[in-house]
């Protein structure tokens, strides 16, 4: 694959041209990350509306039927469902439970845990297990 950039000062927006043979899984996937690059969710803390970029999530956890979204700086709550931000989330997140998805790029570990689970440690210190379920997706998707 070859990447390149041309800047040109009289273009009045950035855009993104693939030329392929053939349009495939990998065109896909570059296709789903460009166009989940400005996409932005909504959280609220504290009664304010605040603007997270997916970028900066952690992960996302389900309790008492309310959605939070984690960063490393923040908790922000969020009107999602999980299996409403599993269809609009890119392909660097995944299920890690019935409660939770998790940034794949913000996981530095993982360990097997008792009962074929999967423990992450992510950036922030944090550390989340990965349901037994859900385990073989992760590992499929980090192609381990």
Sequence with gaps: MK??????????????VIHCRKTDEQVLKIVELLSG??????????????????LDVLYFDSVDKKTFVYTTEDVFEILLRLYELDKRLPQNFF?????AIININKIISIRPDFGSRLEVTLVSGERLTVSRQYAQDLKA???I
Excluded: C, H, W
């Excluded at 990447?3 to 993104?16: C, F, G, L």
């Excluded at 909504?42 to 997270?52: L, P, S, V």
């Design 37 to 54: 690059f400005e996409k932005k969710l909504m959280g609220i803390k504290a009664g304010q509306n605040f603007m997270i970029d997916p």
């Design 3 to 16: 990447i390149a950039v041309q800047e040109d000062e009289q273009q009045p927006e950035t855009e993104v």
């Design 95 to 99: 299920r890690a439970s019935k409660a």
């Design 141 to 143: 998707k980090l192609q």
